[in-house]
Nanobody, 122 residues
Framework: QALLVESGGGLVQPGGSLRLSCAVS????????MGWYRQAPGKQRELVAR????????NYADSVKGRFTISRDNAKNTVFLQMNSLKPEDTAVYYC???????????????WGQGTQVTVSS
């Protein structure tokens, strides 16, 4: 069972950028597909970006496509989410995990970390 620690969130104005990081404990990180989820107030947590174990394939929800980029560093057991052109509707708590299914779903393999709050507001 891996330990997930997300960081990098904060308050940003519309149109701004943030880079989230997720440190994952455990030597088997490199074999897992990884993803970033978000949960807005009153809504279900959903997978918005996923990356293959080797980092050569990515998928995104339509709502973030072209603005968010997921990447990973298997040597450092870390997965990243670069978020550009942020909108107020991107406001949510962001989590990383190993997806149990595809984009838009909420299931995951590991216990959830504490997440990192992203607030987009002027």
């Amino acid at each position: 069972q891996a330990l997930l620690v997300e960081s990098g969130g904060g308050l940003v104005q519309p149109g701004g950028s943030l880079r989230l990081s997720c440190a994952v404990s455990g030597s088997t990180f490199r074999i897992y597909v990884m993803g970033w989820y978000r949960q807005a107030p009153g809504k279900q947590r959903e997978l918005v970006a996923r990356i293959s174990s080797g980092g050569d394939s990515t998928n995104y929800a339509d709502s973030v496509k072209g603005r968010f980029t997921i990447s990973r560093d298997n040597a450092k057991n870390t997965v990243f989410l670069q978020m550009n052109s942020l909108k107020p509707e991107d406001t949510a708590v962001y989590y990383c995990n190993a997806p149990g299914a595809g984009i838009g779903t909420s299931g995951a393999i590991f216990h959830w970390g504490q997440g990192t709050q992203v607030t987009v507001s002027s």
